[in-house]
């Protein structure tokens, strides 16, 4: 009986010897770590840890506030092939193996296609040629003016039929049917200002601002090649080789530079099907870099080998450059070709760096999503998930942007 009380008593003076020992501030649950610890690990999270750390409880969620993703990259929207599926997928390069289903998106954005994505916004076409743009993650919504609403010489209606456009050009000629072509999407998250341009029919660029009722036709912008918008500029390069640069910073678009640019011709319809196995030119883009400098990308194609390739070419870096030299590396960034932009690539964001990534497409249909290695020349194709139980003939590039709220 005694050795048991004292045994007990050296029980208790232990306790109190624990208690001496653990620091008074120790918290005693996860959601009591402090601010200052939360924020460093915070900062060190990739996007997709982010989103799941700042949902644990209320204290980590208040902390997410205070600082941002340490990357946020972007992700593969893949829409499905029925325009009977309302929802998405979404695919992250940080996650290989993992999808992501959005919610019901509504009938009208089953069956309309996407035109350009800008963030988490999609500029959406439906089947009646009407324009709109729709938050991919909160489900917003915002109408554009009527593609007939035109503001310039060249005049458009809307026939009886609904679906048929009867077009008018500056000098009289008629055509009818639409097409928007080199479409472009900017908005800010914030504010919900936006710019969204688009070619109509190769006769001018047309473009609509937050509170515009109609569309703004740009002078001498007919034949065009491919569009840029970044950082308030939007780049624009005919058929012909006009290289051109417009400041929307202001009420009215401005041009600061312009240039020539070779172009060469391609049809790539015709080049697709020929068996030859010299590299044929299919598309020329426009691409500008993480810091401001704009480059004409070929993209090539072998048919007997079915192989690609491309030709990079600096055509402009803060000013005129009297050669647009041949480049053979994108240092540390990554090209997202059908956007028009290059990324910063590092080890931990799932981008390759000097690496072209490039949809394969037919018709309005992406088919894969491939990345190009500058260096080794190679061409794999990027998504290794199982395909067979979801059918994705349509992917776009996105930038997710979630609200902390």
């Known amino acids: 009986m005694e050795i048991e009380e004292k045994h007990n008593h050296n029980s208790h003076e232990h306790e109190h010897e624990h208690e001496r020992l653990r620091p008074r501030d120790t918290p005693k649950s996860w959601s009591e770590l402090p601010l200052d610890l939360l924020i460093s690990v915070f900062k060190r999270l990739s996007f997709a840890n982010f989103q799941r750390a700042k949902s644990v409880c209320s204290s980590w969620h208040s902390a997410s506030k205070q600082c941002t993703p340490k990357n946020r990259i972007h992700w593969l929207v893949l829409f499905p092939e029925e325009n009977n599926n309302n929802s998405c997928t979404l695919f992250n390069l940080e996650e290989k193996d993992k999808l992501y289903r959005t919610q019901d998106l509504g009938l009208e954005f089953a069956k309309s296609f996407c035109m350009e994505t800008c963030g988490s916004w999609l500029l959406m076409c439906n089947g009646m040629h009407n324009l709109y743009i729709v938050n991919l993650i909160t489900h917003e919504r915002i109408d554009l003016p009527p593609v007939e609403a035109q503001h310039g010489v060249t005049k458009m209606e809307r026939t009886l039929d609904d679906d048929v456009f009867r077009i008018t050009s500056h000098n009289g000629k008629e055509y009818k049917g639409i097409r928007l ?29 937050k509170g515009d009722a109609s569309w703004n036709q740009i002078p001498e912008t007919s034949s065009c090649c491919d569009m840029v918008y970044r950082d308030s500029k939007l780049y624009f390069l005919s058929l012909f080789g006009q290289f051109r ?53 070929e993209k090539l194609w072998r048919p007997r080998s079915e192989t690609w390739s491309f030709r990079v070419f600096k055509v402009y870096s803060s000013g005129f450059l009297k050669k647009h030299n041949l480049i053979y590396s994108l240092g540390d960034e990554s090209m997202l070709l059908d956007q028009g932009i290059t990324v910063l690539a590092n080890d931990t964001d799932g981008f390759i760096k000097n ?16 990345l190009f290695n500058l260096e080794t020349q190679k061409t794999e194709l990027l998504h290794k998930f199982d395909c067979s139980s979801v059918q994705f003939p349509r992917a776009r590039w996105f930038l997710p942007s979630f609200r902390l709220t």
């Open 245 to 297: 640069i417009f400041d929307f910073s202001g009420d009215i678009p401005q041009q600061t530079f312009q240039c020539g640019v070779i172009v060469e011709r391609f049809r790539l319809g015709i080049q697709l099907r020929q068996r030859s196995n010299s590299l044929s030119i299919v598309a020329t883009k426009l691409v500008v870099t993480v810091t401001g400098e704009v480059l004409k990308v």
């Open 181 to 209: 072509r080199s479409p472009v999407l900017w908005i800010d998250e914030k504010t919900r200002e936006y710019v969204v341009s688009w070619e109509l029919r190769g006769l001018c660029v047309v473009y609509s601002r």
């Open 355 to 370: 690496s072209v990534y490039l949809s394969v497409s037919h018709g309005k249909d992406v088919h894969d999503i491939f």
